[in-house]
């Protein structure tokens, strides 16, 4: 069964860079949309970025197009999300998921979640100054 594992979530100041890793355990690791999302303290979880299984199309949020790049490596089972010029309004844990179903168009519709088969624990993102 796939396992995900969050990494790289730190504390940085507004402007600063941070990557995120997601390392999956499991060998059809390359079959899955995985996508990015995070939830900060008293607000709903929101999709942050997602890419398809091989790599060839990638979706963002609005509120990080621009800033954060999404990217995969199916070698070493392991998605990362690079986040350049952060703001305070990205503080959140982030979560990595998994989809067999869901294709980038759709991995981060809140209203299609019942098809997101695995999530990681998170890592925590704190951007402040």
């Known amino acids: 069964q796939l396992q995900l594992v969050e990494s790289g979530g730190d504390s940085v100041q507004p402007g600063g860079s941070l990557r995120l890793a997601c390392a999956a355990s499991a060998f059809i690791f390359d079959v899955y949309t995985i996508g990015w999302f995070r939830q900060a303290p008293g607000k709903e979880r929101e999709g942050v970025s997602c890419i398809s299984s091989n790599g060839g199309s990638t979706n963002y949020a609005d509120s990080v197009k621009g800033r954060f790049t999404i990217s995969r490596d199916n070698a070493k089972n392991t998605v990362y999300l690079e986040m350049n010029s952060l703001k305070p309004e990205d503080t959140a844990v982030y979560y990595c998921?998994?989809?067999?179903?869901?294709?980038?168009?759709?991995?981060?519709?809140?209203?299609?979640?019942?098809?997101?088969?695995?999530w990681g624990l998170g890592t925590l993102v704190t951007v402040s100054s």
């Open positions: 998921a998994a989809s067999r179903i869901l294709p980038t168009a759709d991995m981060m519709d809140p209203s299609l979640a019942k098809y997101v088969e695995v």
